[in-house]
Nanobody, 126 residues
Framework: QVQLVESGGGLVQAGGSLRLSCAAS????????MGWFRQAPGKERESVAH????????YYVDSVKGRFTISRDNDKNTVYLQMNSLKLDDTGIYYC???????????????????WGQGTQVTVSS
């Protein structure tokens, strides 16, 4: 089993920046891919970005390319999501997720991930 804990959410003005963290514990050796999802009110949860635990490959949904950066620190078993130039429609609950499998798709479904954090709220104001 893997436990994931997100932190770093909050309220930020449009154009500002925020950095999310996700600390993994438990059987972290079983993790192949880690990613971030978000869910806005009234919308389905969508994949934002994901990264392979032991490789450099990164993927982003088109709407955040050039603004968001996913990274990892293997020594700390932690992944990060640096969010810059935030927009109003970036608002939502952001979830950290981990998969035991190698994910090649740019838009993986929720079912591709095996473990989930509790979520952290990100609110972008005008």
């Amino acid at each position: 089993q893997v436990q994931l804990v997100e932190s770093g959410g909050g309220l930020v003005q449009a154009g500002g920046s925020l950095r999310l963290s996700c600390a993994a514990s438990g059987r972290t050796d079983s993790i192949y891919t880690m990613g971030w999802f978000r869910q806005a009110p009234g919308k389905e949860r969508e994949s934002v970005a994901h990264i392979r635990w032991s490789e450099s490959n990164t993927y982003y949904v088109d709407s955040v390319k050039g603004r968001f950066t996913i990274s990892r620190d293997n020594d700390k078993n932690t992944v990060y999501l640096q969010m810059n130039s935030l927009k109003l429609d970036d608002t939502g609950i952001y979830y950290c997720a981990a998969s035991r499998y190698r994910i090649l798709s740019q838009y993986p479904p929720q079912s591709a991930f095996d473990y989930w954090g509790q979520g952290t709220q990100v609110t972008v104001s005008s």
